[in-house]
Structures are given as C-alpha cells and as structure tokens.
C-alpha cells in the first residue's frame, strides 16, 4: 500500500506493508478522536460541568455583571491578538494554548524554534504593555 507523509513539509508517497497502514490509520483516528475530545472539553471541564456552568445552574452561576466583564476582556484580549501578525498570533496560541513546545511548533510552521521564539515573545510583550496601561487608569 501506498501512503503520503509529510517529512520537512514535503509530501512524500511510501510504500509499506498492510499492518504498518492500518497501524497508521488506527494512529491518525487515535489523534483524530484525541483533538475532538481536547476540543469538546477545551476549557478542562467535564460535559456535564460544563453545561452547569454554562446554564448557570449548580454551586456557581455567573452574574450578568461577571458575564460582562468578561467578555469586555475577552474583546479586549482579542484586540491585542488583532494588532500581531497571522504568523505571530499562530504560533503564540499553539504556545499559550495547544502547550507545544518551539521546536513542535517551528515543525509545524516551518520555521526556526527561533523564529517561534522571537513571534511568542513579541505577542507577550504586546500582552505585559496592554495590563500595564490597563492597571494605569
């Protein structure tokens, strides 16, 4: 059987035996049900948690004025991300988000872990200069 991989950002085809693509396509549904499920539970709740949290129903519900506030932040943040480049934005929430490493992410993007560094550290600069002007009005 024939199989694409991508290997430095190139695809390449290769010709392997059975069990090594079904053990290849066991592994990509493996990831596949792996990132849905991260997905579902982004935030590190539980479903039925997060449903009660989100109805507002059980030992915490949240208060219009604590609803507010945090959207109000939430724009806010997201305004910081808007001021960054798409390059810069991606590989600061695959950092702040997804948990991967420079290196992970310099695979992914194509490019140095420096490169990956230097993008991370802009885009926290940017955040540290925005609470700064925030807690000095």
């Excluded at 499920?37 to 915490?60: N, S, V």
């Excluded at 004025?65 to 959207?71: Q, S």
């Excluded at 290196?103 to 560094?117: D, F, H, N, R, T």
């Amino acid at each position: 059987m024939e199989v694409t991989i991508n290997y430095n950002g190139q695809a390449v085809a290769v010709e392997v035996t059975l069990e090594v693509y079904e053990f290849l396509d066991r592994a990509d549904h493996k990831t596949e049900n792996l990132f849905h499920e991260q997905r579902r539970h982004w935030d590190g709740r539980e479903f039925d948690e997060y449903i009660i949290t989100t109805e507002g129903i059980g030992a915490y519900g949240e208060t219009p004025e604590e609803y507010l506030c945090r959207m109000e932040t939430l724009h806010e943040l997201m305004a910081v991300l808007d001021t960054c480049t798409e390059a810069q934005r991606r590989r600061f929430l695959l950092y702040a988000l997804d948990g991967l490493s420079l290196a992970e992410i310099g695979v992914l993007c194509g490019c140095s872990k420096v490169a990956v560094y230097q993008s991370v550290e802009a885009v926290r600069k940017k955040f540290i200069k925005f609470f700064e002007n925030r807690l000095n009005e």
